[in-house]
């Protein structure tokens, strides 16, 4: 079975910084991208960041660019989201997913063929 397992979580001050990770087990890590995606109260589910495996490449939100790095630790079958220079609106549960291909270019909810449980971040000012 396919499982994605998003550990990390926390309370943290805004300027803060918290790293999640994903660890995926039950399909090949190498064929699809991973993605973390967030919900905020009250918010639709959106895209933070999408890693691929195509071609080893990070899509960024714009929200986030400059301030979260996703990377890939191929042979832990883990993807991690270091996120720094935290801010009260970055507070959601974060959730990581198994896009459909290998490309994260397409980082959408609608792209998103498995998710995984979510972990809470909370960021307070």
């Known amino acids: 079975d396919v499982q994605l397992q998003a550990s990390g979580g926390g309370l943290v001050q805004a300027g803060g910084s918290l790293r999640l990770s994903c660890a995926a087990s039950?399909?090949?890590?190498?064929?699809?991208?991973i993605g973390w995606f967030r919900q905020a109260p009250g918010k639709e589910r959106e895209a933070v960041s999408c890693?691929?495996?195509?071609?080893?490449?990070?899509y960024y939100a714009d929200s986030v660019k400059g301030r979260f790095t996703s990377s890939s630790e191929n042979t832990k079958n883990t993807v991690y989201l270091q996120m720094n220079s935290l801010k009260s609106d970055d507070t959601a549960v974060y959730y990581c997913?198994?896009?459909?291909?290998?490309?994260?270019?397409?980082?959408?909810?609608?792209?998103?063929?498995?998710w995984g449980q979510g972990t809470l971040v909370t960021v307070s000012s």
């Open positions: 890693i691929s495996k195509s071609d080893g490449m990070a």
């Open positions: 039950g399909f090949t890590f190498d064929d699809h991208a």
């Open positions: 997913a198994r896009l459909m291909s290998a490309s994260g270019y397409q980082c959408y909810t609608d792209q998103v063929h498995y």
